[in-house]
Structure formats: C-alpha cells, structure tokens
C-alpha cells in the first residue's frame, strides 16, 4: 500500500520556510538595520519622541574617547517607573538583578588602528547625527562601518586637522 507523502512534504517546506523566515529577520541583520538588540530598543521614541539627548544614556561621550554603552542601572533610572511591568523592561530587570550586563551587540564599526575621541568631536560641538545620522529617525540603528573618507571629507569641509598620527592614528 502506496502512502502519501504530500502532508510531510508539506510540512517540511512550512518549517523550512518558516526558518528562513526568522534567520532573515531576527538572526541575519536586515540590509541597512543594525543587528537585532537583545532588548528592542527604539532611538525614535527616546531621542526623537521623548527628546532624551543622547548624553543622558552615553553619558562617557563627553569625557572619554569612547561614548559608552548604557548600564542597566541607566536604563532602570526611568524605567523603575515608567512601564516598569512591560516584559521588555522585566528582562532588563533580570539582567540588574543578576548582576549580568546587557549584551548590547555593536552596530558601528571602525577599523581597530583608529582612535576616535568622541570628546573631542563633542567640544567642537558636533552633532551626533553628523555621523550617526538621524537617530531619532530610527527605531533599531543602521550599523555603519566609519572609513577614512567618510572623516578625511568631513575634516577637510571643517578645516579640521588631516595630519594621521595628530588626529586619529595616535
């Protein structure tokens, strides 16, 4: 007796399809979206909707070569009160209360021999969109990977220094 082999075909191809599906979108970083965040977090609604400047959450930006990734204690700072019971902002709970960071993943890259001071760029009074674009545009940031050009055009639009080891290769 012959058995018909169509509805395990069929449901074969829906769980194949249904995997492509979730590595496109969740695993394998959309085409000009940065990777997917362990938590969702929309720099539309806190820098463009609720106007929170960018140095409140990257508070080093000012101070340091680097801007700083936010601490859950940041986070919480508003989040204790404001949605607190959200299941987004309970799993950020779970990362304080186990003492864990959030594994924010990277979205911009430099090459690892440039030195970027953001502080600097901060003094100048650049804005971070200069870069980074129109953050508060954007619900999960565009990874950018930063090349000399994209600085060099930027320098020499500003009349700022173009000497390598002077401005960035020190």
């Not at 919480?76 to 186990?98: S, V």
């Not at 990277?106 to 980074?132: D, G, M, S, T």
Request: include cysteine; glycine fraction near 8%; charged fraction near 20%.
């Amino acid at each position: 007796m012959r058995q018909n082999r169509t509805p395990i075909l069929l449901i074969i191809g829906c769980l194949a399809l249904a995997g492509a599906f979730l590595y496109l979108f969740y695993v394998q970083p959309q085409a000009g979206i940065g990777a997917p965040q362990p938590i969702p977090f929309s720099h539309r609604l806190h820098a463009g909707v609720k106007r929170i400047a960018c140095q409140f959450c990257h508070s080093y930006v000012g101070r340091s070569r680097h801007p700083g990734i936010p601490p859950v204690e940041k986070c919480l700072f508003c989040h204790q009160y404001i949605i607190a019971r959200h299941p987004q902002i309970l799993k950020e709970h779970r990362y304080f209360d186990t003492g864990t960071p959030t594994p924010w993943r990277k979205v911009n890259y430099l090459p690892e021999h440039v030195l970027f001071n953001h502080q600097r760029h901060i003094r100048k009074q650049i804005a971070c969109r200069q870069c980074h674009g129109k953050i508060e545009a954007m619900d999960r940031i565009a990874g950018k990977r930063f090349k000399m050009g994209f600085c060099i055009k930027c320098h020499k639009r500003k009349g700022a220094n173009v000497g390598c080891w002077l401005a960035c290769h020190s």
